[in-house]
């Protein structure tokens, strides 16, 4: 995995300087990287001069535009105009990625109707189903395991403890990190006679008489389709359709922890942090980004470019274009201004009860 | 699984209309389904006028009380007096179940000591342990793991990598969704000294000096125990008691990414929704309704018929049949005016320092 | 696992009362306890008056210093000066431990370059890959997954579905709870130009033109570097760092569903509680504790000692020693004065239009 400084310039298209010939071994912090020997050695990622202050001489290095590897001793250098995107080809070529060897493990259980694509890997003691399809040069963790007939995209990674229901379908180049589950079933039940939640949604709070009853289950029917290019975290949870799908279009990428409930339809490229939550038939538009712990009601829409600040939580319909914050979510610089205002209420409160009495000295007077 | 129109509608105790001999074959959206053949087809769920717009002539539809099957050209159709309640009926029909085969898969590593009830399900390596009991036809997914001497009833559905502790008993038709993980340790520790933790609980806020002190576990030697009709969410969490039993009363529904804490306890025919947290040893009454994100602080009671509505963080004790919102939760009326009222700060700040500025001027001119 | 009262007094380091050879078998509430008898009895955990009033006459128990064990009929009592503290040592003598037996199952799947370490046992079906190392007397449960190259210190306790990626190390006596994942990939995504939360992080809110932009991947490769005596809860995750390890020091504590983000440091004898979440790069001090469903922003620092009350979002730096509460958390004495304030706040509303209007009949007449 060792490559030249002069093929990592090429590969990341970026502008390099120095003895072009030196073998880069991996990637560090300034202060972890040793000068590089005979033997190359490691670059270090000093794309701030903050950073750069810990650079040893006779180190190489990525430095941001405009930064002077002479300056730092440095034996070469490569230069990101946009480091963050250096970051991802650099991580990209020295990532061994995940444990899975090559190959079907004789421990895997596989249902002889079971289509494996060619290259594809199959870790130990994972389970795959009865017509099930997974794409060529899929790698399919330790304890996965995939539900009847469902799909898996070419070039596909499960990482270990992965569960696929039955009735899922997947684009190309899906990443499901650890013991993320797709296609449970959805969170739906329904009383006799109106519930105390659609009473008080019909009457906004009010309840008149409480019934004691049982829920009965709504089944989930529907599957869970992904698109291309997702990728989904650690422990999240994506529920099937009740009747159709639950959607989650191409180029989402989903954190950890992160709910979806059922017929939730996810548009392409949007961006679901860690702990975020959608629930029931709620539908997001292309590129929205919901950051970490927000919460998105059922039933409700949230239009294309939305994006939703850290724990906002989002209770009404949400148009195009909107940066939002806060519970319940209004618009970021409206959410500010409260926030503004919050902060000097105690004062106001002293303020207010001080005008009062003196306005009542005037009447007094008056 | 086809049954014919007059089946179907007997089954859900419904009204019915036109050809009742049409086998329906499945169910789905009215944009979805084509005309019925002679081999029958798809049932259209056009339970409301703005749905039933796309339904296509010579299909069969289940349609709410008062619309008309001749207006859409229906061969056959099915009334719903309440739409959500056939929903639950109509998707149990269709339900083909979890990818679980009839019998116990030779791969399923199984205590001899452990008793399988008649009819039950083992799926590919699972994982069963010493003197555990599995009641009749309960079905046991892949990968899922019980501890010693656990009992779950009858008619089970435990879906892949469930994860049940030692000494956690579940009573009949228990429904557990892929990963959620039942009986591991309270989060419970002790300082040798007051921590800061209590100091501030004493002082509502005020520390003295601050002692680095290293934290000392308690152990749960308590367990879990499920009543009837209980179903548990994906990736969802319940922690075993401390010396007595972490409890979840009969008909109560649990959501995806639920954390329970020790010793709680919660009523019969509770409803938790996704990513809602129940901190240790907090208490829930019966039909307790707490929407997706809401936090329960530890050690308070919750009555019966409370409803929390999405995201509220209750802090102390609420009396039955309450409806509460926000962070801290308040009644919801009362929190409508908060909310109100802080979307009106910034102009309240303006309208009083405007005030502030006219008695100001009073004073001097008198 | 049965002591004598006298052994279990000694154990607990506590003054004890009575009849000490009589045989303690295990731990329950009083109303539990039924009298102690030839074969020795559970003791009660009786350490507050109230609970106390359950006790049996003939019954042993665990008492509160001052109380006395006349007045209950005890035939034997232990004190407790710190119940918390006696409760941690009570369940530890009583703990059976998870269901591990010992020794390696021949259905685990082990590298031969692993080193397993002496006494360590391996439960069924778990997974253990390449030049993996695990520490003497460690208990690794059933289906549990180490990648390659991972290290895990002495005594360890891995719950049944852990995922340890490759590249962890852990020290020792660590603890993780059931379908906990380790070492997933870092949620870091770039697109090619300025995304829209970078442009809302420059201005404040404000944007310009909305691009369609595809997310690139940052890739991992960092490991997780672990302290001894760490605890992990059910179904939590813990990212791997880009370039450097995601950190978690010695002595710290981690409850369910808790997310730690890539390249976070979390510093020793930290209490994160259930369903927090840390974002990428954040760091915090020693003996930090986030109370539930707390939130920290990326790349901010919380200072040692730190308390953040349930459900406090934290948005920006914190400096040492500091109580915190709310969304956004301020000082909790702040905070509390601010909820007050709210909650007067529709009040406010009505009082300042009243003065309004009296200011108004004064301009007037004036």
Redesign the interface.
Same mark, same amino acid.
């Given at each position: 995995m060792a490559v030249t400084m002069d093929e990592l310039a090429r590969a990341l298209e970026a502008r390099s300087w120095g003895d072009l010939t030196i073998r880069v071994t991996?990637?560090?912090?300034p202060s972890?990287v040793e000068p590089a020997g005979p033997e190359g050695g490691r670059i270090a990622?000093a794309m701030s001069p903050k950073y750069a202050e810990a650079l040893k001489p006779g180190s190489i290095a990525i430095l941001a535009e405009g930064m002077e590897p002479e300056r730092y001793g440095l034996k070469a250098a490569i230069f990101a105009p946009?480091p963050? @995107?250096v970051?991802?080809g650099l /991580?990209?070529a020295?990532? +061994?990625g995940?444990?899975i060897a090559p190959g079907i493990?004789p421990?895997a259980?596989i249902d002889p109707s079971a289509r494996i694509g060619e290259g594809a890997a199959i870790?130990?003691?994972a389970?795959i189903?009865?017509d099930v399809e997974i794409g060529p040069r899929a790698r399919i963790?330790?304890?996965v395991?995939i539900?009847?007939g469902s799909r898996i995209g070419a070039d596909a990674v499960l990482?270990?403890?992965v569960?696929i229901?039955?009735g899922v379908t997947a684009g190309d180049r899906l990443?499901v990190?650890?013991? !993320?589950?797709i296609?449970?079933?959805g969170?739906s039940?329904?009383t006799?006679?109106e519930s105390?939640?659609e009473e008080?949604r019909r009457t906004?709070?009010k *309840?008149q008489q409480?019934k !004691?009853?049982?829920? $009965?289950?709504?089944?989930?029917?529907g599957g869970v389709e992904l698109g291309n290019?997702v990728?989904i975290?650690? #422990?999240?949870?994506i &529920?099937r359709g009740?009747?159709?799908a639950t959607q989650v279009g191409s180029?989402t990428?989903i954190?950890?922890?992160v709910?979806l %409930?059922h017929n939730v339809v996810i548009g392409r490229?949007c961006?679901i942090?860690?702990?975020a %939550?959608v629930?029931g038939s709620a539908r997001l538009g &292309? *590129?929205v980004?919901l950051a %970490?712990?927000v %919460?998105v009601?059922d039933n409700i829409e949230i239009g294309d470019?939305v994006?939703a600040g850290?724990?906002a939580?989002i209770?009404t319909r949400v148009p195009a274009?909107r940066?939002i914050l806060g #519970?319940?979510a209004?618009?970021?610089? $409206?959410q500010?201004?409260?926030?503004?205002?919050? *902060?000097? @209420? +105690?004062r106001?409160?002293q303020?207010?009860s001080k005008?009062?009495e /003196?306005?009542t000295r005037?009447?007094e007077?008056?």
């Open positions: 991996g990637a560090a912090e972890q990622l946009r963050r @995107l970051m991802a /991580t990209r020295f990532d +061994p995940p444990d493990h421990s259980v870790a130990p003691l389970v189903g009865a963790g330790a304890h395991s539900g009847r990482h270990p403890g569960r229901a039955h990443i990190q650890p013991n !993320a589950s296609g449970g079933d969170f039940f329904v006799p006679e105390g939640i008080i906004l709070g *309840r409480i !004691a009853q049982h829920w $009965t289950r709504i089944h989930s029917l290019d990728e975290g650690a #422990n999240s949870a &529920d009740t009747i159709r180029g990428k954190d950890n922890l709910q %409930g490229d961006l942090c860690g702990q %939550g629930a &292309d *590129r980004v %970490g712990k %919460g009601n470019d994006i850290a724990a939580k209770f274009g940066v #519970n319940p209004v618009k970021m610089e $409206t500010m201004e409260i926030q503004r205002a919050m *902060r000097r @209420l +105690p106001f409160a303020q207010l005008l009062q /003196t306005v005037l009447l007077k008056g």
